[in-house]
T-cell receptor, first 113, second 114 residues
């Protein structure tokens, strides 16, 4: 069966360090992989999209990698800040005529001052 | 409107009653998604609309759940004969076109079945 796996344990890091979150998937051939941020009581907010033919994407302090051989994406936040504390979700969309967007369960990031 | 709007923001209903949840997507967005998020859990896909048709409704948990979309705009998610396990936040998202482009989420409807 298709699975999207993100570490269910919260990631605790100190301010200024780089946070690295992992998204692994099985039985998917995604055309796109996306990362979202969700704060408590709010809907997810889009951060970055990376296509299957892209290895890496950057946006300000964020970097995403996509390895279709390993079936894995890594999400990095450099120079992390307490305001980066949130749950981060990865989402996959297949390459088909329509695009159901399926989410992983998310990983909570806690950045301590 | 400026973003995806969902109403009501909170709904408390008695077990066995029917409820309707509404989603107003961003104007011009052809794709619309409904998700369910139980407390402390991830997003559970329910249904996807492209225009007014639903090419993927595989996530609807039972025949008590149905959804429609009219005018390539407003969507309504209906839950009949609500059960306590239906208690969750129901999130709607819209996207400019198909093909895995970014989704814009509403603030959700928190449904509590008592």
């Amino acid at each position: 069966s298709q699975k999207i796996e993100q570490n269910s344990e919260a990631l605790n890091i100190q301010e200024g360090k780089t946070a690295t979150l992992t998204c692994n998937y099985t039985n998917y051939s995604p055309a796109y992989l996306q990362w979202y941020r969700q704060d408590p009581g709010r809907g997810p907010v889009f951060l970055l999209l990376i296509r299957e033919n892209e290895k890496e994407k950057r946006k300000e302090r964020l970097k995403v990698t996509f390895d279709t051989t390993l079936k894995q994406s890594l999400f990095h936040i450099t120079a992390s800040q307490p305001a980066d504390s949130a749950t981060y979700l990865c989402a996959l969309a297949p390459d088909s005529g329509y695009s159901t967007l399926t989410f992983g369960k998310g990983t909570m990031l806690l950045v301590s001052p | 409107g400026a973003g995806v709007s969902q109403s009501p923001s909170n709904k408390v209903t008695e077990k066995g009653k029917d409820v309707e949840l509404r989603c107003d997507p961003i104007s011009g967005h052809t794709a619309l998604y409904w998700y369910r998020q139980r407390l402390g859990q991830g997003l559970e896909f329910l249904i996807y609309f492209q225009g007014n048709s639903a090419p993927d409704k595989s996530g609807l948990p039972s025949d008590r759940f149905s959804a429609e979309r009219t005018g390539e705009s407003v969507s309504t998610l209906t839950i009949q004969r609500t059960q306590q396990e239906d208690s969750a936040v129901y999130l709607c998202a819209s996207s400019p076109r198909r093909g895995g482009t970014e989704a814009f989420f509403g603030q959700g409807t928190r449904l509590t079945v008592v």
